[in-house]
């Protein structure tokens, strides 16, 4: 193991076991400063790289640095991002640092920067409408920030090809951390009840993790149940905020977890123009149990809308199909993505692991129904049940005001004032439960349409890369992602957690590799 890499294991091994102790309580939560001290020393006199991937191991366990009593909630991956950016922007001669700028202004071939650009230019301009001026800003700032990181990825994968699969490989250990972690809170439902649960995780983990103001939110809100008369099961979330960025986080991970778990049947040569079937023969790497690990854990998130935009992957996958169909791919990459393909019916199955699961008796009570999965599921088409009538009197209220504002909104993080909140809400997550309203609701309909360009430039991307592309791992990572981010992307339709950080900051480092380098189609 090379001298570098050592100590990014060390740091990061130092990093996560000590905002995991102070997280349970174990240590005092002053003791974030100085273990966020160490990781800023290590990322200020490492190389570049290696600063780049200790942030991306680390997205899951950013916490809030408890400055003053009042001001706990400044999280340190929004410090570690800056700081990052700007040793990537000034590292080398002011030429370069000149040239990279002007690169970045570049929009003939760089259609992506350009649409960037207008829509961050939209969200200031909503400024002007926003009744909170304060909040705007604030939101402008907080997008602004956690985007630096995607920046430097790209730049990074562009200069080094290698650092493009160490950046894959190095997703999968935070994917696999906080996995495992949500399988420990399942476990713990088994050993205390409801209210030694909520003292633990909300008292204890979330305000250690996220600050006073969020474990208060999160304790008034209360999402991390699934309610049926009397009887409730847990809607993990494992040390996330809530059981909706939770999946999402998942979701962007699996390409990963997908590309390092399955590349060496890809990579045998045997296989090289062989069919599915001999595919399907050859066993992968242990780390393949991972793959059902994940899938399980989002489904005992238990949001619904995550598991709705699953049965949406099944038909992102046919007009995938028929567009390689259409365009020509080559035999074997059609055959990569359906094997990639198949494990979506992994996820199926797990429901029938899932549901002994929601009916055993959590928190020391036990349940006189056990169709309580049954009954979940069920309620995802049933327009009278109160969250999703909820939801549809929102999206009307959204509409409206859409109509009435449709060029700028009501400005950016000011989505309260449309269903009549206090604005203090946009801090508890009021929002129009589906992305693209709530876009269209707060910067306007030319801000949406932007934005839609932006994710159908993401994915031709990811489509070029995944036909031009013939390292076994990447291929299997870009394929892989031209699934699951077509299944977030559905999920969004009835959320908006992509706009939590961790879910972002790795949105942001996925789109990084995307568009590093879009290649000319072949094969």
Known sequence: MKKGNLRLNIIFAIHTVGVLAVAFSYLPRWFILPLAG?????????SLENATLFFIRSIPFFVALPLTTNFDSLSFGRVLAVVIFLRWLLQGQSELIWQKIKNFFVFKQRPIYLTTLVLLGIAILSILVAPSTSLAIKRVIYLFNLSLIGVVVRDLAIQNAEFTKRVVKNIVIPAILVALLGLWQLTSTYLMDIYQFVDIWGNGVERNLFGNAWADIA??????FAYFGEQLSLRMFSIFPDSHSFPMFLIFALPAVLALALYKVIQKESLRKESLREMFKTRGRLLVVAIPLLFLDIILTGTRGMWAAGIGSIVTIMVWLYIFRKQGVDQHKKSVFKYISSYLAV??????????????????VSKLDGGLLGQRIHSIINLGETSNSRRLEIWRDSIKSIAKHPLLGVGISNFPVIVGE????????????NLYLHIAAEMGVPALLLALYWFWLLLKSCYQRFRGESDPLLLVYFGASLIFIVWNLFYLLTDVAIFDERTFLLFAVSSGLILCRPTASKG
């Not at 304790?219 to 991390?224: D, G, I, S």
């Not at 206090?422 to 439960?433: F, N, P, Q, T, Y």
Request: glycine share 2%; charged share 10%.
């Open 38 to 46: 160490i990781a800023l020393l290590f990322c200020l006199f490492t």
């Open 347 to 364: 996820f199926f199955l797990l429901f029938f692991v899932a549901y002994p699961i929601f009916a055993s008796p959590q928190f020391l």
């Open 219 to 224: 304790l008034k809100a209360n999402t991390w």
């Open 422 to 433: 206090d604005l203090a809400k946009v801090k508890a997550g009021s929002s129009a439960h």
